[in-house]
């Protein structure tokens, strides 16, 4: 009996020991996530995804990285480019799987953190399902998600980062979704020349400050700072094209009252995420300018700020674009820790 | 002494392996009308005598929960979250952690709450991977049926139900009750409930495969389809 006792203690103690181990060796570096002075408290559950250094650096592998589609050529960076504040630059439509292209204009990703609801329409209610529709979706990645989650077990640095992040090497949909949330919520985009000038570190010059006045009475009902949207959706009198036949939110509401309704887009960054709107068919600002005061279109949806169109002079347009062009933030577009990682392949950029 | 413990471990090894084996398990049996169902290859017959056959048929389950004892215990099923699907038949097999007597309901969510379709990625049978989650309007597909029908308009005549919505005016998730009168001395071992596909087009409302062969989208025939099938399940044998 007496042997059996101290047998049994020695087991408990080998079963603590070896659990006190374990737990040692998960031990994953913080990130901390630092809330621009001003702006509010994020939308995004910190305490459901804690960021982790290990788990930041896991989702970037995994935005950069071309397997997450069927046939390999394409990653979620290949249409969310750096350089373009996480949008697909100079493209009204990105290129998917086999020559196919999307039906809308790539947003850029920045300050997602604070962003409830996400997609043009706002037909995805969180942020941790969205990198689903990418890999799916026919027209983008067209890959399954069963194949991705084999492509990554297959691959043993997968493995070691998966458990590096999340203390033991299960990879699965929800873990992947994570570590990508992971770095797409620390692309914050709060330095630019506006924000600098907001904090009293820096000025507008004249025309600058002119084109701030302007934008706060006509666009900021809309393009609310600091994010430069209120998130909502709005119709701002862009009409229907009928090769598209887009209808916005209604697709996700079934109301026609949402029709041609879209999320009111972010314009930091404004300068290098062209073309414009949510089919890509403005290619400049001049573009966008002409559309509120000469093109639009009202009709019934259309929000009742533009039902008389928004006029603005030669004058005041270049004012207002020189407002604009202080919402580049180069710091972010240009920053290193959201860049490929080094022993990825570069993303593979077409020319034309 | 040690023989004493060593024999004492591999009796009650045996016992766990034996009280295992009497645990009360669920059978769910799918049926089309009186037949039994076969994917692909049968054509069968609905109310309106349109010809059908069946490619998938996969449905939630969710919450579990049977009353024994007379209605004086409460059991809920360890897996809060089970997939039924046809074509794997270790799904239509629900083994109960115990075996339990005198059962007088069995009840579940056909479909899944409202607050897991808002939560983000979903892990186990709620992993988006497998098939029943909407990528471009978040939100599980409570239920599937899938097949081909000459009376189907669609492309390739293909009909096919995708039912869920979780929106305060498109809830399509439902309460499935079933009621047992049942009075054995010894636990049951198993019991079949059938899920007649049938019933998916008659009940509360009639929605004919002419007239309706897509429904991709929460909204007003998702839940009238609901509503239908809500009823499709009855407990047919208690062993």
Redesign the interface.
Known sequence: MKQTKAFLILLCMVCVGIAFITIEKYKPTPLKFIIPKGWPKPAFDFKRNPLTQEGFELGKKLFYDERLSKDSTISCASCHQQFSAFATFDHPFSHGYNNSFTTRNAPALQNLAWQKEFMWDGGINHLEVQPITPIVAENEMAETLENVILKLKRDTAYLRMFKAAFGDATINTQRMNKALNQFMVMLVSSNSKYDRVMRGEDTFNLPQRLGYEIFKQKCASCHKEPFFTDFTYRNNGMPLDATINDIGRMRITGNKNDSLKFKVPSLRNVDITYPYGHDGRFFTLDNVFEHYRKNMQPIHTTDSLLKNKLYLSNFQIGQVTAFLFTLTDSGFLKNPKFAAPAYSKPTILHQH | ??KN?TLYMLFSLLHVIASAQNNTVIKLVHKVGDKTLQLHTETYFNQFNEPFTVHKFKYYITGLQIEYENGKKKYTFEKPYHLVAEEDSTTKMITLNKPLKNITTISFLLGVDSLR???????DDL???KGM?W?????YIYAKLEGQSDSSNAAAHYFSYHVGGYKTNENAARKVVLKIDEKSQSPINEIAIEADILKWFVGANEIKISNAAVCH?P?VLAMMLADNYKNMFTIKAIK
């Open positions: 002494m040690r413990v379709n808002v939560s983000g990625a979903q892990t992993d988006p991977m989650f990528t471009w309007n978040t939100g989208q909204g």
